[in-house]
């Protein structure tokens, strides 16, 4: 799968055993290699909610936001899968069902 964070295209990629400098990761975003690594062996709920974690934080890179809250970012990604969730209504088209005044 590949997703469009800006002008940039990333690869999503679902790794086994990922794991970085602290430790296991359930995600990491690579701007250089434009990748998203997704650890495979977690959750499908998790991995959902990584998912858009990584996306925030391509969003906030592209925006030329470099230092974040990692707090702020998950909270963000937590709340944002929860407001698809409960009302998927909202994704197919947004423009449409706009009144114009």
Same mark, same amino acid.
């Given at each position: 799968? %590949? #997703?469009?964070? =800006?002008?940039?295209? @990333?690869?999503?990629?679902?790794?086994?055993?990922?794991?970085? &400098?602290?430790?296991?990761?359930?995600?990491?975003?690579? !701007?250089?290699?434009?990748? #998203?690594?997704?650890?495979?062996?977690?959750?499908? %709920?998790? %991995? $959902?909610? !990584?998912?858009?974690?990584?996306?925030? /934080?391509?969003?906030? @890179?592209?925006? =030329? #936001?470099?230092? /974040?809250? &990692?707090?702020? $970012?998950?909270?963000?990604?937590? =709340?944002? $899968? %929860? $407001?698809?969730?409960?009302?998927?209504?909202? #994704?197919? !088209?947004?423009?449409?069902?706009?009144?114009?005044?």
């Amino acid at each position: 799968m %590949q #997703i469009k964070i =800006g002008p940039i295209l @990333y690869d999503v990629l679902e790794v086994h055993e990922l794991c970085g &400098e602290a430790g296991s990761l359930c995600g990491d975003l690579n !701007t250089s290699r434009t990748r #998203i690594r997704i650890n495979a062996d977690d959750d499908s %709920q998790v %991995q $959902v909610v !990584t998912l858009w974690h990584e996306i925030l /934080h391509g969003i906030l @890179y592209t925006a =030329g #936001i470099r230092d /974040h809250d &990692e707090r702020l $970012v998950d909270a963000l990604a937590h =709340g944002l $899968v %929860q $407001v698809i969730s409960d009302n998927p209504e909202i #994704i197919p !088209t947004f423009d449409a069902r706009v009144e114009t005044e």
